[in-house]
């Protein structure tokens, strides 16, 4: 036999009862949870036009635009920074006598011989310089989240891209002083770069509402590959038709947008919805009711890092490998494409920037495509989440290389010849 017994409820006469009184038995309890579930008050979304969180993710998009320009703006310069004879020249040896197991540069079939470097660098050389960017960029990707935690994402973001900014300016200045300068000048740029996407993670987990935070977070950081693919063939065309010999003009114009951004980003990003003075009282009721209970509040001093977790956790190993073998042919191919084009295809500089960019093209769709593709299998439970996670790393490690064994075969080709 069913027990009854009477709720005390707010309702309304004709759906609830009398009074707000009605009768309540086990059987109802679903339909009742159903019916308070539906008609409980809930804050109005706000629109995402317009919004200052759209501006958020806007100005994190140019910001990436501006980060993978100042990365690899020196992939390209170098190209027509470095002398054709240069490892002669280098080692003060005459041609004749360089090591034939050593690759050396040759003249360019493609009629592109009013081009030649003023600096004569070594393959070794070329090397430190070139890779000189990841050494501060390795120190400051935990620092950068830990800063922007208890400063600002605002403030550690803006200033530390400005820090690479000014860095480029000072480059053509640096590297006739001496090549070791440009090497200092790259360490910089690696350090100012290496907190934005620690500090824009930080940034969205206070801006980003659930239901929108995938399509923000995306449409940000595909401003990367956007950089790759701008910055790329526009440095080729500098490189041939700029200004202080070509190359110099490429760091002068990157980093000249680098600052003008940074201005942007100071006048209309702000670290919280609460502090921005211009956010709708609509827009901020709705992200913070949808990010109640998820944000930790940084001024909490007991809590904690659990570094020995992390560091004995096998998910976290897992990760760790995956992301540095992806990242070890991303960034080759990324930082050394160029010369690979110049040396090998012999391509023109014009031609040079225009194909290197384009495996940045499929890789900004390929982004784009997995990140709504994933979402779609997640949410009609095709498969669980880490499956989807797995798997999705697994096939695009594999197509990587996939596409590094067909760049050589087209080397060994000579198609562009």
């Not at 006469?13 to 009074?19: H, L, R, S």
């Not at 990760?319 to 191919?333: F, R």
Request: net charge positive; proline share 4%.
């Amino acid at each position: 036999m069913t027990r009854t017994r009477e709720k005390e409820r707010n309702g309304v006469n004709g759906i609830n009862g009398v009074n707000g009184k009605v009768p309540y038995t086990e059987e109802s309890t679903a339909a009742d949870a159903l019916y308070f579930r539906i008609s409980e008050p809930s804050v109005k979304t706000a629109p995402l036009c317009c919004s200052s969180r759209l501006m958020l993710s806007f100005m994190a998009f140019l910001g990436c635009v501006n980060l993978y320009a100042l990365r690899v703006n020196l992939s390209v310069a170098i190209v027509c920074m470095v002398a054709d004879t240069g490892d002669a020249h280098a080692n003060n040896t005459a041609a004749s006598d360089v090591d034939t197991d050593v690759c050396v540069s040759q003249p360019s079939s493609n009629g592109d011989d009013t081009m030649n470097g003023e600096f004569y660098w070594d393959k070794q050389t070329q090397g430190i310089i070139l890779g000189a960017f990841f050494w501060g960029y390795l120190w400051t990707q935990i620092a950068g989240g830990w800063l922007a935690d208890h400063y600002g994402g605002k403030y550690v973001l803006g200033f530390s891209m400005l820090a690479s900014a000014i860095a480029t300016l000072l480059m053509p200045l640096g590297t006739r002083l001496h090549w070791m300068v440009l090497v200092g000048l790259r360490v910089v740029v690696g350090l100012g770069s290496g907190v934005v996407f620690p500090t824009l993670a930080s940034m969205f987990s206070h801006w980003a509402p659930p239901l929108e935070r995938t399509k923000l977070i995306a449409f940000a950081y595909a401003g990367a590959q956007v950089g790759n693919v701008i910055t790329m063939p526009l440095s080729g065309l500098l490189c041939k038709y700029g200004f202080d010999h070509g190359w110099g003009s490429i760091f002068y114009l990157f980093g000249t947008l680098g600052v003008i951004w940074f201005i942007g980003w100071m006048w209309l990003v702000y670290d919280t919805p609460s502090l921005h003075p211009r956010i709708s009282e609509l827009e901020r009721n709705y992200i913070e009711s949808s990010l109640k209970g998820q944000i930790r509040k940084t001024t909490d001093k007991s809590k904690k890092i659990p570094w020995l977790t992390f560091l004995t956790s096998l998910p976290v190993w897992a990760i760790i490998v995956a992301h540095t073998c992806a990242d070890w042919g991303t960034y080759t191919l990324l930082t050394n494409i160029p010369t690979f084009m110049k040396e090998i295809l012999k391509l023109d500089i014009t031609k040079n920037g225009l194909f290197s960019a384009i495996p940045y093209v499929g890789y900004w769709l390929c982004t784009n495509i997995a990140g709504f593709s994933a979402d779609y299998i997640r949410k009609h439970n095709l498969l669980s989440t880490t499956a989807v996670r797995k798997s999705y790393q697994f096939f695009g490690t594999y197509f990587f290389y996939g596409k590094n064994n067909c760049n050589i075969i087209i080397g060994d080709s000579r198609l562009f010849n």
